[in-house]
């Protein structure tokens, strides 16, 4: 079980920063972590994404403004919680998993730069 975090920033139009014990950094954008959720809605998604690439996206609840995280809430001390402008708020994202979907880990379903990388 991977320790919690030394430190946890958000920065609610960009994204989640941790500094973990080991001293390694990680930064996840809003979007990543929205997609990434380890929420059962979520994960089934994922799931079939993965079977039939030309599956049909449910319709985002938001208004069209650019997804934001509203709030972030640690939950005992192995997840945090983080509530989305879009209205999602169900997955808890565990210090393992979040070590598992470092965007720029060697375990990352993808790599994901930051967003002011260019």
């Given amino acids: 079980m991977e320790q919690p975090p030394a430190h946890l920033e958000l920065e609610k139009d960009r994204g989640l920063t941790i500094r973990w014990p080991d001293g390694a950094s990680s930064f996840y954008p809003i979007d990543y972590l929205r997609r990434m959720s380890p929420s059962a809605e979520a994960r089934i998604l994922r799931e079939e994404l993965a079977r039939n690439p030309l599956t049909v996206l449910p319709d985002s609840p938001g208004d069209g403004r650019p997804l934001t995280a509203l709030a972030a809430e640690l939950v005992g001390n192995y997840a945090v919680r983080i509530r989305f402008s879009d209205g999602h708020d169900t997955g808890l994202y565990s210090w393992d998993y ?15 730069s930051r967003p002011d990388d260019g």
Avoid: F, T, V
């Fill in 98 to 112: 979040l070590r598992q979907i470092d965007p720029e880990g060697p375990g990352a379903p993808q790599r994901r």
